[in-house]
């Protein structure tokens, strides 16, 4: 019996991963197609659309999803997306921006305002805090492609505005008129980056104890359970101790 009772728990998990994989793919399938649609559907000419292409290239995404993705902008096909911005406060006042691209406006607003109202937060006029945070456009690259002072010479000449390189990776930001001319520069130089696109970068952090930060987290994780959210950013920081007992 333990044996069979451990394959349930890795069908049950593994059920659950694949559920997860279904919905991200879905999220990123839904940028693509809106992407396409508002720009052209040659990602060499759509900064949006190339930044959306990679980030399913990084999700493992087919090959086959991401073409129909775009297939579907080209034929008129699919629903027509509505973008929007949500902003609010959560747990000990930290910021955040959700957006969301949507075919049902009214839905999605009671799901937002429920999911800041039960995580003890609460949703706020646009504009409330995005004077927090400056819109820019991210490039990411692995540490292994070049030395911290050889990734910041090559983006300061191909214009971009700061540069953040750790262990993790080097994150190259750029303002959002110049994103797309930094990122194929950069591609020319180090090839393609394991992420690039449109972020909301805080301006500065706030910093919340341990039990706040469970409870921003939570909200973030019930943010993006969400199909129709996108992206979620906030301007919060927690403690080493916090991210050591989440890994673990």
């Given at each position: 019996m333990a044996g069979h009772s451990q394959f349930k728990n890795i069908m049950h998990r593994k059920g659950?991963?694949?559920?997860?994989?279904?919905?991200?793919f879905g999220k990123l399938a839904r940028e693509i197609t809106v992407a396409a649609k508002l720009g052209l559907p040659d990602p060499g000419m759509n900064p949006r659309l190339r930044a959306a292409?990679?980030?399913?290239?990084?999700?493992?995404?087919?090959?086959?999803?991401?073409?129909?993705?775009?297939?579907?902008?080209?034929?008129?096909?699919?629903?027509?997306?509505?973008?929007?911005?949500?902003?609010g406060y959560g747990p000990g006042g930290v910021a955040v921006i959700v957006e969301v691209l949507t075919e049902n406006r009214n839905r999605t607003a009671g799901e937002v305002r429920a999911t800041f109202t039960r995580s003890g937060g609460n949703l706020a006029e646009t504009g409330a805090v995005a004077f927090m945070f400056d819109h820019m456009g991210m490039i990411e690259y692995d540490a292994g492609v070049a030395n911290p002072e050889a990734m910041f010479d090559a983006a300061l000449e191909a214009g971009a505005d700061d540069v953040a390189s750790s262990e993790n990776g080097h994150e190259i930001y750029a303002s959002a008129d110049h994103f797309g001319s930094v990122a194929k520069a950069l591609e020319r130089k180090f090839g393609e980056p394991r992420k690039a696109g449109l972020v909301w970068r805080p301006q500065n952090t706030v910093a919340v104890d341990d039990e706040q930060g469970e409870k921003v987290l939570k909200l973030i994780e019930n943010l993006n359970d969400s199909d129709d959210v996108q992206n979620v950013y906030a301007n919060f920081e927690i403690s080493d101790a916090l991210v050591q007992k989440l890994s673990a």
């Open positions: 659950r991963q694949d559920a997860a994989k279904s919905k991200l292409i990679i980030a399913a290239r990084a999700e493992n995404m087919p090959k086959d999803n991401i073409e129909r993705a775009i297939k579907k902008a080209a034929g008129g096909e699919g629903e027509n997306y509505e973008q929007i911005r949500y902003e």
